[in-house]
């Protein structure tokens, strides 16, 4: 008698027969040549369901005992994915085309391009910042000038602010990144619903700018350090809900707003509205009772490990800029927390 398997299945029914001239099964092979395909798939269809069981009920459990082992990996990288990066390239002697060629070594996914003191870059190196990071993978932002009021008494200084950021939005554009982050306002001893709809009237005017040029740039106000900007977590999620602008939450600013104290878990709920994925920026934090002092390095409050841990029960898709004075040193750390929570990081975005 014939050993191959498709002579032994032609005395079988009908459906074997199909199955034979259809596929060449190589589980058949390492079972026994002789077993008849249907079986073979029966067997595989059993294994396979067996150990997907096992996986999801014996193994899921076991991933918070052993959280930095492969089956927390496997169980829950899944829809969620965190980009980790710094603000600017002032660590890379300052060259944003540096910063975006050294990154994926280091392991890092992203980088917020720093126009905090003026906009030096123009729009023929944004394009080549573009190029070079079509190469690289890497998620870039940009954070407009400091030097920004949207709801300033002088109508100069409005339009010069609308200026930098709409600038900042030009050079996103050829770079290829987004969100565009800035401060919005200063209260400037205005009533706060005042500049809340002047700040508001500027977002829509810009946004109507953006729009007409064809740009792919999302404008994100920050939530602020200080009490004298416009900026609280309610605020900024006002502009967003009456503007349709995108946000970026800087939970070390909240935490100085609030003198040390801040919820991330109730943080986070409040934002859950947010379909896309998040922008937020990290860093320690000094601050007085006007707010922030200033920013410093992550080992301080808030903690980044308690901020870390509400994102991942929420499963929250994130960019996470290091704003600390060692930005990508601190990005790297952030990238060890999340590591150890069992969160892996994708090479590609
Ligand atoms: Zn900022």
Same mark, same amino acid.
């Given at each position: 008698?014939?050993? +191959?398997?498709?002579?032994?299945?032609?005395?079988?029914?009908?459906?074997?027969?199909?199955?034979?001239?259809?596929?060449?099964?190589?589980?058949?092979?390492?079972?026994?040549?002789?077993?008849?395909?249907?079986?073979?798939? =029966?067997?595989?269809?059993?294994?396979? /369901?067996?150990?997907?069981?096992?996986?999801?009920?014996?193994?899921?459990?076991?991933?918070?005992?052993?959280?930095? +082992?492969?089956?927390?990996?496997?169980?829950?990288?899944?829809?969620?994915?965190?980009?980790?990066?710094?603000?600017?390239?002032?660590?890379?002697?300052?060259? =944003?085309?540096?910063?975006?060629?050294?990154?994926?070594?280091?392991?890092?996914?992203?980088?917020?391009?720093?126009?905090?003191?003026?906009?030096?870059?123009?729009?023929?190196?944004?394009?080549?910042?573009?190029?070079? +990071?079509?190469?690289?993978?890497?998620?870039?932002?940009?954070?407009?000038?400091?030097?920004?009021?949207?709801?300033?008494?002088?109508?100069?200084?409005?339009?010069?602010?609308?200026?930098?950021?709409?600038?900042?939005?030009?050079?996103?554009?050829?770079?290829?990144?987004?969100?565009?982050?800035?401060?919005?306002?200063?209260?400037?001893?205005?009533?706060?619903?005042?500049?809340?709809?002047?700040?508001?009237?500027?977002?829509?005017?810009?946004?109507?700018?953006?729009?007409?040029?064809?740009?792919?740039?999302?404008?994100?106000?920050?939530?602020?350090?200080?009490? /004298?900007?416009?900026?609280?977590?309610?605020?900024?999620?006002?502009?967003?809900?009456?503007?349709?602008?995108?946000?970026?939450?800087?939970?070390?600013?909240?935490?100085?707003?609030?003198?040390?104290?801040?919820?991330?878990?109730?943080?986070?709920?409040?934002?859950?509205?947010?379909?896309?994925?998040?922008?937020?920026?990290?860093?320690?934090?000094?601050?007085?009772?006007?707010?922030?002092?200033?920013?410093?390095?992550?080992?301080? /409050?808030?903690?980044?490990?308690?901020?870390?841990?509400?994102?991942?029960?929420?499963?929250?898709?994130? =960019?996470?800029?290091?704003?600390?004075?060692?930005?990508?040193?601190?990005?790297?750390?952030?990238?060890?927390?999340?590591?150890?929570?069992?969160?892996?990081?994708?090479?590609?975005?």
């Amino acid at each position: 008698m014939s050993t +191959n398997p498709i002579a032994i299945n032609a005395s079988g029914s009908v459906w074997e027969k199909y199955l034979s001239s259809r596929m060449e099964n190589p589980f058949q092979k390492i079972i026994n040549p002789h077993t008849p395909t249907s079986v073979s798939i =029966t067997i595989f269809l059993w294994v396979s /369901s067996y150990l997907s069981i096992f996986f999801s009920a014996v193994l899921r459990p076991l991933r918070f005992f052993f959280p930095a +082992n492969i089956i927390y990996i496997a169980c829950e990288n899944i829809n969620m994915k965190i980009l980790l990066g710094p603000a600017g390239a002032g660590g890379f002697d300052g060259s =944003t085309i540096e910063g975006v060629r050294k990154l994926p070594g280091l392991g890092l996914q992203t980088m917020e391009v720093q126009f905090s003191h003026g906009i030096a870059m123009g729009n023929e190196l944004a394009k080549k910042v573009g190029l070079e +990071n079509k190469k690289y993978n890497i998620k870039l932002s940009v954070h407009a000038p400091f030097f920004i009021n949207l709801a300033s008494k002088e109508k100069k200084k409005v339009e010069e602010s609308k200026k930098r950021i709409l600038d900042s939005c030009e050079r996103a554009h050829f770079m290829g990144a987004d969100p565009v982050v800035f401060h919005p306002a200063y209260f400037g001893g205005v009533e706060k619903e005042k500049v809340f709809q002047a700040t508001k009237e500027a977002i829509i005017e810009m946004q109507g700018f953006i729009k007409r040029k064809g740009w792919e740039v999302r404008l994100a106000p920050e939530t602020t350090g200080k009490h /004298s900007a416009l900026g609280s977590l309610d605020e900024t999620i006002r502009l967003v809900k009456e503007t349709g602008c995108f946000l970026c939450v800087d939970p070390a600013h909240l935490f100085a707003r609030g003198y040390g104290k801040l919820d991330f878990g109730e943080m986070l709920d409040r934002l859950k509205f947010i379909k896309e994925p998040m922008h937020f920026h990290f860093s320690g934090i000094e601050y007085t009772s006007k707010g922030e002092r200033n920013h410093i390095v992550l080992d301080h /409050s808030p903690d980044f490990m308690e901020f870390a841990k509400e994102l991942v029960k929420r499963k929250i898709s994130c =960019t996470i800029i290091s704003e600390s004075p060692i930005t990508w040193q601190d990005s790297l750390k952030m990238k060890r927390v999340f590591e150890g929570m069992g969160y892996r990081f994708y090479k590609e975005i």
